[in-house]
C-alpha cells in the first residue's frame, strides 16, 4: 500500500472521528498526526514545527488579547452605541459589525487577526441584546475570511503583481493581469457574502451554541470592574495591537509578535490574572490547530496535491466548455482548501491552470484569478484557516454545525464566482 493511499486513510479516519464526536476534536486531531508520522506519511520534525507555528501562536495570543478587552467596560459600551443604532435588530447589528469586518479585512491580510479584533465587540453585544453568539459568529467569520485582500488596498494592491510573478514564472507573459482585475473579479463575491452574513446567515446558525463557547465570549459573572488604571490599560493595549496589525508591514515586525506582546501586556499591567490569560486560550482548539496542518502536511508531503491536479488538468483538455473548465478549476482548489493550506494550493494549481490555458492557447487571467479566489475563500471545516478554529471556540460549533452552515454560502460562491469571472474575463 503507498504512502498517498495510507495518508488518504487516515484523513477520511479523522473526518469520521470529527463528525461522529466521540473523541474530542483536539484529541482526534493529535492522534491523526500521530498516525500520520508513524505510517511515514509525514516526517517528525515537521509535524512537531507545527506546534511553534505562527498563527497557531497568534490565534491563541489573540485570544488573550480579546479577552482582556472583553473584561473592559470599554468594550461593552461600544457595543451598547452599536445596540443603540440597531434598535434591537439583529439585522442592523450584524449590518454593523459586518461592515468593519469588510472593511478591516482590505488593511489586514489575516482573517484570523480581523476576526480576533471583532469577535469581542460582537459577543458583547450579542451578551447586551440576549442573543446567542452561536447565532453570528461565523457568519462574521465568513466576511473576514472570503473578502480579504478583495480590493487594491493594502495588502491586495500586491494581488495582481503576485498573479503575474505566476505568469512569468511560467514563460506565459502574453497576458498580465491589471491591478483592477482581481478587484473586478471578485467585487459580486463580496457583495453576495455581505447581504448573505447581514440578512440570512443567522437564520441557518444553531440557535445555541453545540459545544462549550471559550475565549472572547462575554460572560455574565460577578467579577467586579476593572480599576481605572487597568480599564484604561485594557482598551488602549486592544487598539494599539489593532493599529500595530494594520500598519505591520510598515513597523517590520511580525504579526504573532504584535498579538503576544499584546497578550503579555494584559497580564503585566493587570487586565487579566495569569490564570484567566491561560483560561482564555482554548487549547482543544489549539491542538485541533496543529492537527489540520498535520493532515495538511502529509498530504503535500505525500504528493496527493499533485496527483490531483495532474489529473484535473488532464480532465480540462477534453472540456470544451470555458464554464466548465472554470468549474472545475474552482471547485477542486476550494475543497482541497479545506483540508490543506491555501497558500500550498495555490502553489500546486495556478501553475497548472497557466500550463493548461498555455497549451489551449487560452487567455488565463479569468483562470487564475478563479482559481486564487477559490484558495481564499475555504471556511467549511477548522483546517481551512486559523480563523475558522477560533470561530468555533467563541461560537460552540461542532463540525457538523459548521459544515451546516457552510453549505448555502459555498454554493453561492461557486456558481457566482464562476459565472461572472468566467464571463468577464472570457477564455477566448
Not at 510598515?250 to 494584559?266: E, H, N, Q, R, T
Request: with cysteine; charged share 10%; glycine share 8%.
Amino acid at each position: 500500500m503507498s504512502q498517498l493511499t495510507i495518508c488518504i486513510i487516515i484523513c477520511v479516519l479523522t473526518a469520521i472521528s470529527y463528525i461522529l464526536g466521540k473523541i474530542s476534536m483536539g484529541t482526534t486531531a493529535l492522534l491523526s498526526m500521530l498516525a500520520f508520522v508513524v505510517t511515514g506519511c509525514l516526517d517528525a520534525g515537521t509535524a512537531a514545527s507545527y506546534f511553534g507555528n505562527t498563527n497557531g501562536i497568534m490565534m491563541l495570543a489573540m485570544l488573550v488579547v480579546a479577552a482582556g478587552f472583553n473584561r473592559t467596560q470599554f468594550v461593552h459600551q461600544c457595543s451598547s452605541s452599536v445596540n443603540r443604532v440597531a434598535k434591537g435588530s439583529l439585522t442592523m447589528m450584524m449590518l454593523g459589525y459586518i461592515v468593519v469586518a469588510i472593511v478591516l479585512s482590505q488593511f489586514i491580510q489575516s482573517s484570523l487577526v480581523v476576526f480576533g479584533i471583532m469577535a469581542p465587540m460582537l459577543a458583547a453585544s450579542c451578551d447586551e441584546m440576549g442573543i446567542s453568539p452561536s447565532k453570528v459568529m461565523f457568519p462574521l467569520s465568513i466576511a473576514c475570511i472570503a473578502t480579504v485582500s478583495a480590493f487594491p488596498l493594502g495588502s491586495g494592491a500586491t494581488q495582481f503583481a503576485e498573479l503575474n510573478g505566476y505568469l512569468e514564472a511560467n514563460a506565459y507573459t502574453e497576458y498580465t493581469v491589471g491591478l483592477l482585475d482581481p478587484m473586478k473579479a471578485r467585487f459580486p463575491m463580496v457583495i453576495f457574502v455581505a447581504v448573505y452574513c447581514i440578512f440570512f446567515a443567522a437564520k441557518v446558525a444553531p440557535s445555541k451554541p453545540v459545544t462549550a463557547i471559550s475565549g472572547v465570549e462575554a460572560k455574565k459573572d460577578n467579577r467586579e470592574k476593572l480599576p481605572p488604571l487597568q480599564e484604561k490599560c485594557g482598551y488602549i493595549i486592544f487598539i494599539l495591537v489593532t493599529l500595530g496589525l494594520i500598519f505591520q508591514s510598515k513597523l517590520g515586525i511580525d504579526s504573532w509578535v504584535i498579538c503576544v506582546a499584546g497578550a503579555v501586556a494584559m497580564v503585566l499591567t493587570g487586565v487579566l490574572s495569569e490564570k484567566e490569560a491561560i483560561a482564555s486560550m482554548n487549547m482543544q482548539i489549539g491542538f485541533l490547530f496543529v492537527g489540520s496542518l498535520a493532515m495538511g502536511g502529509a498530504l503535500t508531503q505525500t504528493g496527493a496535491g499533485e496527483v490531483i491536479g495532474g489529473a484535473l488538468a488532464s480532465m480540462v483538455g477534453s472540456l470544451n466548455n470555458p464554464y466548465l473548465i472554470g468549474f472545475a478549476f474552482f471547485i477542486i482548489p476550494f475543497l482541497l482548501t479545506q483540508i490543506m493550506m491555501n497558500r500550498t494550493v495555490m502553489l500546486i494549481f495556478i501553475p497548472i491552470a497557466i500550463l493548461a490555458c498555455k497549451s489551449m492557447g487560452a487567455n488565463p487571467v479569468g483562470i487564475i484569478i478563479l482559481t486564487q479566489t477559490a484558495c481564499l475563500s475555504s471556511f467549511m471545516t477548522p483546517m481551512s484557516t486559523p480563523a475558522i478554529p477560533m470561530c468555533m471556540a467563541v461560537g460552540g460549533y461542532d463540525l457538523k454545525s459548521l459544515i451546516k452552515q457552510s453549505l448555502i454560502p459555498a454554493a453561492f460562491l461557486t456558481v457566482i464566482a464562476v459565472g461572472w469571472i468566467m464571463t468577464v474575463f472570457p477564455m477566448y
